[in-house]
């Protein structure tokens, strides 16, 4: 039966493996996951798979505009111990070893298939310099043999990438079939099984477009859906708003699905915050390390070179070669909050630079290619400089570090606590001093059994949802989703026989997802002004009232970056008030029910990352969040994981440490 808005139609489906997102990680799961369903079939198991995502694969997820670079490539003569000494440095120290080496010794493979596919990635033949547009052809197809890719830094490669995620969609959905895939379809909450609280059985979710909810049950689930924009006050305003560094539709259902799910979180402290071009977003990367620019205060200085002391603060990570990101900021900040901005990248030196050593044939090409990293993956960036009449070799470029994101593929690390590979010698039991208040449920050391497996039986993730291991990037989130495609056909394989129970009826979670269309319909006509109403609060509103919270008590842009334990305890206090107020907000039709989920997911989150940042009693990313009570980076007592459970029938997080230990020798 069709459904109407007030009574949507219910479709139930049973698959073996749910992939939800259709991002990287999704797409690696997609192209992977085949084969080892046919090595499957072949032992006599018959599998089946079902990837939902949002919205439509081709343009969804961060790689949604494009992209300019691949940030993760090791390559023949580097060592992927070295890739996992960069990405504990980058994040202050306190990172997974065990899943930063796995990472970067398969890492490669997903890079060559996006070549395969036909990703034009720039190269060097004999001294000269190819890319997309240049490199030779034969027939309309690149030659790809020969030439070594063009490197913007030690792990990262230049692309012509405006098509990326087509490219690696196309793959995905060709492998996995069309029948296989459903999008426009919103999953609202994981459903746990009846038998087994610890266990996955099902998801919960909408269709965007028809007024239809989907309850799917599963044996196994890969939860991919991105990280989490938009629960700070964003620094765009009005119609603006929707710009913001990070893509404004990932909205934090991979860590708050995973939490209720029951799944242990880690470092859900951490944050990103960018520095990009102001207003635009623009990539700085290139410019940096392509073009040799550098960032200066508005009287010239470089801070960087300037403010170099106060990296001694904070040893090791501040005196690497390149220090962590974080501390990057803090020089900038301290210009800042001294008074001497705007920020600029000096982007007028640089190019006159070039012009010192280059022919100028060749100038002009690197001014295409500058023009060209903004075309691939940030156009509103081309906007901005077209609209204020930037000429870079004339006029320099205002930078700004951005309102904080949550994500644990770039240069981030808050997460799921996830299963790691069973042959780098990771620690197998718990040797932390507190490690007695680890709840008794969770498993102790780093790997239990199936790669990538959260602490909750049949539930997966890749990417961003993965913590304590940033720097995977693009190829190493499609690359992480492809370890997970080998793990769940393995879990599901070795389940064959056992029956997923959805431990709630259907009737109440169709009854939960539409409460804001009812909150809606039922009182819509107490007042004669459609958002004006005493019986709920529209979803807009709502995300205001959350972003307020968040900015002006948990160390946003409103503090520059501040915060201290009174001004949490505040904080605590306000989301409490926040989350039972939720429950009234409204949906005058699809596309508000989807802004009302989308700010469930956000609060919740919102919620982990206030909690964390209370737990723990230093500030260890300096320059994403201080921490002004305990304004030091403290090895003695927070060399430590801080990781935490959501209980969802309380409402309620118990947070916790876990011991870190060192896997390749930080001190090369
Ligand atoms: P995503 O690719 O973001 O995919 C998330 C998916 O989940 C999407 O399909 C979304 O539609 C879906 N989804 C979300 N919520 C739900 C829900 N509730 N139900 C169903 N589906 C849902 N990497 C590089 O290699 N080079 C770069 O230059 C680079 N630049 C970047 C610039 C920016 C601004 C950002 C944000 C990232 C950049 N990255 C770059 C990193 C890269 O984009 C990410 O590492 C990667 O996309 C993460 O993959 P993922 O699958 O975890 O998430």
New binding site residues.
């Given amino acids: 039966m069709a459904g109407t808005f007030g009574n949507p139609e219910v479709v139930q489906e049973e698959v073996d493996i749910l992939i ?8 690696g799961a997609a192209y992977e996951i085949m084969p080892w369903i046919g090595a499957a079939k072949d032992a006599g198991v018959d599998i089946t798979v079902k990837l ?4 439509a ?1 081709d343009r ?4 949604a505009q494009g ?6 490539y090791i390559g023949p003569n580097q060592d992927p111990a070295d890739y996992a000494r960069m990405v504990s440095n980058d994040l202050m120290g306190i990172t997974r070893d065990d899943l930063a080496y796995d990472l970067g010794r398969n890492v490669d493979d997903s890079v060559h298939l996006f070549e395969e596919w036909g990703l034009p990635i720039w190269k060097t033949v004999n001294g000269e310099r190819f890319d997309g547009a240049t490199w030779p052809k034969e027939g309309g197809k690149l030659l790809k043999d020969g030439g070594d890719p063009v490197r913007s830094g030690k792990w ?1 490669i230049m692309i012509n ?1 405006e098509s990326y995620k087509w490219i690696v969609a196309e793959a995905a959905k060709k492998a996995l079939g069309s029948d296989n895939i459903q999008e426009r ?4 909450k994981l459903v746990n099984d009846a038998n087994d609280k610890n266990r996955v059985a099902g998801a919960v ?1 909408f269709s965007t477009r028809e007024d239809k909810v989907y309850v799917y049950k599963f044996k196994a689930c890969l939860l ?4 989490c924009v938009n629960i700070f006050r964003p620094r765009s305003v009005g119609e603006g708003q929707g710009r913001a ?3 404004v ?3 934090g ?2 860590y708050t ?1 995973a939490a209720e799910a029951g799944a242990e979180l880690t470092m859900m402290e951490n944050r990103f915050v ?1 520095a990009r071009f102001k207003d635009g ?1 623009g ?1 700085v ?1 290139a410019w940096f390390l392509l073009f040799k620019a550098q960032a200066t205060n508005a009287y010239g200085e470089v801070y960087m070179t300037k403010n170099k002391e106060l990296l001694n603060d904070y040893p090791p990570y501040g005196q690497a070669a390149v220090p962590a990101s974080c501390l990057r900021n803090h020089l900038m900040l301290k210009e800042m909050k001294e008074g001497r901005g705007p920020i600029y990248m000096d982007t007028v030196t640089a190019l006159a630079k070039l012009r010192e050593t280059l022919s100028p044939r060749e100038v002009k090409h690197l001014e295409a290619e500058a023009w060209e990293d903004f075309l691939d ?2 156009i509103g960036q081309c906007g901005i400089w077209v609209g204020e009449n930037i000429e870079p070799e004339k006029k320099n470029s205002e930078l700004m570090p951005t309102e904080p ?1 949550l ?4 240069s981030g690390c808050c997460g799921i606590w996830a299963s790691g590979p069973d042959d780098v010698g990771a620690p197998t039991t718990e040797e932390h001093p507190d490690a007695a208040l680890i709840p008794a449920h969770l498993p102790q050391g780093w790997n239990w059994g199936y790669r990538s497996m959260t602490t909750v039986r049949g539930l997966f993730t ?4 993965v913590g304590a291991s940033g720097h ?7 690359t992480e ?1 492809r370890m997970c495609a080998q793990s769940m056909v393995k879990f599901v394989m070795d389940n064959k026989d056992w029956v997923p129970t959805l431990d709630t009826p259907v009737e109440t979670l169709v009854e939960e997802i539409y409460r804001p269309v009812r909150t809606f319909l039922e009182h819509k006509d107490y007042t004669t002004a459609i958002d004006v109403n005493p019986h709920y609060i529209t979803p807009r509103m709502l995300q205001f009232r959350l972003q307020k919270i968040m900015d002006e008590y948990v160390a946003g842009v409103a503090t520059y970056y501040t915060t201290n334990g009174h001004m949490l305890a505040v904080a605590e206090e306000k989301l409490g008030m926040l989350k039972e107020d939720a429950m009234k907000m409204r949906a005058k039709d699809l596309h508000e029910l989807l802004r009302a ?2 700010n469930y ?1 956000r609060i919740l989150t919102a919620e982990a990352h206030m909690k964390h940042i209370q737990f723990r009693k230093e500030s260890r990313y300096p320059g994403f969040y201080y921490r002004m009570d305990y304004n030091l980076v403290d090895e003695e007592n927070w060399h430590c994981f801080v990781n935490s459970v959501y209980d969802k029938e309380t409402k309620t997080w118990t947070v916790f440490k876990r011991a870190h230990k060192d896997l390749v020798d930080k001190s090369k």
Wanted: charged share 5%.
């Fill in positions: 939800i997102g259709g991002g990287m990680a999704a797409c939902v995502d949002k919205a694969m969804s997820g961060a790689v992209l300019s670079a691949i940030n993760t990262q990438g379809v919103f999953i609202v979710g991919v859906a991105g990280g560094w990070y893509p539709w990932n909205a259902s991979t699905m960018p977003y990539p990367g993956m940030c994101y994500l644990g593929s770039h890749a990417g961003d949802g995977k990037f693009s190829s190493g989130s499609h989703g989920w989308e997911h």
